[in-house]
């Protein structure tokens, strides 16, 4: 059970995920408990739900690491909150990296398991960004995602690169490192630029349906 | 793959379903992203939770149309949402073939599996009513088909009428029509005559347990 | 298809989980279609879950008599509520015997699927914590469990005593009885001394990140 960088890469992103859900569910005044299960989901519940509609056993069940890092994040939190956030890049650093590997693990779960591209695409989108989904449910908040993160703008680039490496042949070491390394920049360029989505425009309320 | 006048009907649906929840979306100001989303979701969930219920691959993740048709509804409400929500009727129409549809297939695909009618009734009622739950959830709102809709009875009675036709070995194609034209008549009959279920009395608060 | 006593336990957990739901319900003004829904996840939405999770068909699929409990008490809930809930005594004793209850049934199903003890505790706390988490999103509540329920340590105590017994060969039945009794004792001392959980405190605002 030698543990790879890979693995490492893994555990930074479960960790920096489970901060974010736990310090959503303290805003919340959730009790330790709560928080501890936010921030649970909010790390493993994109993954798992990927794994759900794969039809594979959710990758959590097979490796207790992720309930560990989990509480390690609980301790980062409840004891090095105030230092630990003055280093705000060093987070959205952790943050990010996570995020790129969890796209770059999902899609390639996917194909795995003989699935197209397209369907691989959304299933990295999913692991890296539905886990916040999940937060927001349980916390009672809109979805960040769904109306100022850029994450799932991300995701997809990260996932249409590796579909272009692959198509073309390029080796596997390669095209990973790229689609990881473009969900990464095109988080930073977001967040810089400060890129948004644009919003429809709220529909007239067209009142009561009345037939006949 | 040629396009049968089945395939015809469930893209109507399908449309119709994601218009519903990309409007819930703009309502709340989600941007594109969130909005296609929510749309895909709203359209896709009910068959979706079915399919995991049943332990099958859900049935978008092999065919791409269904990411398709929830684009085109995203164009629809951009380009064409004054205009085409004057037709009002229309939209009514679109969404309520759309659902009848969903019943029928929610509810043949449990058989298929060899569960019993009881569980296909459940399977098609969450197949015609389950993904506008989720647009609710998503969307911050109580499930307006737990107040006020009455979607869910419409869905329970195509259910009914197609398990009482199988019983009585009604010809399949027929059964299919009679079940789907009772999920519409009775959608119809219910907006038309505004029929609602009764509401059930509030409990009277009996404050904190206290034991001993 | 006799009925043990292990059924008679189910029931009456059932039951007393969904009078919470359909209670839940009618706070918010659903009307009896919504209560009967909410009613019947709040008692089969964790072992939904979970069963999910193990990768098999959801237990209620394959017997009726979950629809029809949810039915009892969604009666009970209209014709007796006033009177029902005088002996609110009797009902925290069938909601914790059902907790109990399915605990056990939750832990022992992931060691027959031949996953480790602290998958089991998981799934475990699960079934009796989960359908409560669902019932207060589909009522747009912050889940109770996350801020003031002793639920979840109360599954987390029965699955640990269950799992020290089984390591140590205790006999099976002794064992079942164990963790029963352990979540029911738990949650009697949680609820009389009035235990809770501390909660974190809330971070502060970190203001919106800026890059560079």
Redesign the interface.
């Known amino acids: 059970m030698g543990l790879t960088f890979y693995d490492i890469l893994e555990y930074i992103g479960t960790f920096a995920f489970a901060v974010s859900g736990?310090?959503a569910?303290?805003?919340?005044?959730?009790?330790?408990?709560?928080?501890y299960?936010?921030g649970f989901v909010t790390a493993t519940g994109g993954g798992?739900i990927r794994d759900?509609?794969?039809?594979?056993?959710?990758f959590w069940?097979s490796d207790?690491s992720y309930?560990i890092w989990t509480g390690i994040a609980f301790m980062a939190?409840?004891f090095f909150?105030?230092h630990f956030?003055r280093v705000?890049?060093t987070f959205?650093l952790f943050d990010t990296i996570g995020l790129g590997l969890f796209v770059v693990v999902g899609f390639e779960k996917s194909l795995l398991f003989g699935?197209?591209y397209?369907?691989a695409i959304i299933m990295g989108t999913l692991t890296g960004a539905a886990g916040g989904?999940i937060r927001d449910?349980?916390?009672?908040?809109?979805?960040l995602?769904?109306?100022?993160e850029i994450y799932?703008?991300a995701c997809i680039t990260g996932g249409v690169v590796y579909m272009v490496c692959d198509s073309l042949m390029v080796e596997t070491l390669l095209t990973q490192i790229l689609a990881f390394s473009s969900v990464i920049i095109a988080r930073?360029l977001a967040?810089?630029f400060n890129i948004?989505?644009?919003?429809?425009?709220?529909?007239?309320d067209?009142g009561q349906?009345k037939?006949?």
Chains 1, 2, 3 share one sequence.
């Open positions: 736990i310090r569910a303290s805003i919340k005044r959730f009790d330790w408990f709560g928080a299960v936010v798992t759900l509609l794969l039809g594979i056993t959710p069940m207790i309930l939190v409840i909150d105030k956030f705000k890049y959205f699935f197209p397209w369907v989904v449910l349980l916390t009672n908040e809109i979805p995602i769904f109306k100022k799932a703008i930073i967040v810089r948004c989505l644009p919003v429809l425009k709220e529909p007239k067209d349906l037939l006949f």
